[in-house]
């Protein structure tokens, strides 16, 4: 069975900080993967997509970047933190864009 | 633009009461995909549903069902007969196509009290 993996699952970071948040996905291949995340008031927004190796799409213009250097990894970066990055991200994944599952998130706060 | 609106923010209700979330969506596009997920309190999101914009059979699982109204924009989804477990925040997602790239409303928090 497929299962998406996530780490940490908290993280308090000073500003100004470098960010690395890694999601991996096992039972599938050539997952579509995505990065989403929830700020404060619920609303979950997507932050990139990625179909494939080293193919990612950013979504909103913002402080963080991605990459997929393996088929099943997806990781999350930022080389300084903001405050305004604070907030729970979520990984998730699916299979030819069906139905997607979700990680179980990390809460970054940003100090 | 596509958008998805969950107009009721909280809802509390006493357990073996039925409940119904709203949710109505806009799009332009003829062929897009609706979702319901659930986050419990530890925060995963739990998939619930998928419903296609060519299927507007309502679908009952148990205590929960969903009814899709293309005419209304509309996906909304009942729990019969909640139970304290069904505490939690509901999403109601739309995803263009089948690309898999959700928009999701701002979700409803329900507490289902004892």
């Known amino acids: 069975s497929q299962t998406i993996h996530q780490w940490p699952a908290t993280l308090v970071q000073p500003v100004g900080s470098p960010l690395s948040l890694e999601c991996t996905v096992e039972?599938?291949?050539?997952?579509?993967l995505y990065w989403y995340r929830q700020a404060a008031g619920r609303g979950l927004q997507l932050l990139f997509y990625s179909v494939g190796i080293g193919q990612i799409s950013s979504e909103v213009p913002q402080n963080l970047s991605a990459s997929r250097p393996q088929d099943r990894q997806f990781i999350l970066s930022s080389k300084k933190l903001l405050l305004s990055d604070s907030g729970f991200y979520l990984c998730?994944?699916?299979?030819?864009?069906?139905?997607?599952?979700f990680g179980q998130g990390t809460r970054l706060t940003v100090v | 633009a596509q958008k998805v609106t969950q107009a009721q923010t909280e809802i509390s209700v006493v357990e073996k009461e039925d409940v119904t979330l709203d949710c109505v969506y806009e799009?332009?596009?003829?062929?897009?995909?609706l979702f319901w997920y659930k986050q419990p309190p530890s925060g995963e999101l739990v998939f619930l549903i998928r419903r296609n914009s060519f299927d507007e059979q309502n679908e009952i699982s148990g205590r929960y069902s969903w009814n899709f109204q293309k005419s209304t924009s509309s996906f909304n989804f009942t729990i019969t007969a909640s139970q304290v477990v069904d505490s939690a925040v509901y999403f109601c997602?739309?995803?263009?196509?089948?690309?898999?790239?959700?928009?999701f409303g701002q979700g409803t928090t329900l507490q289902v009290k004892p």
């Open positions: 997602a739309l995803s263009r196509g089948n690309t898999g790239k959700l928009i």
């Open positions: 039972g599938t291949s050539n997952p579509n």
């Open positions: 799009t332009r596009d003829t062929t897009y995909y």
């Open positions: 998730a994944w699916s299979v030819r864009g069906a139905i997607a599952f």
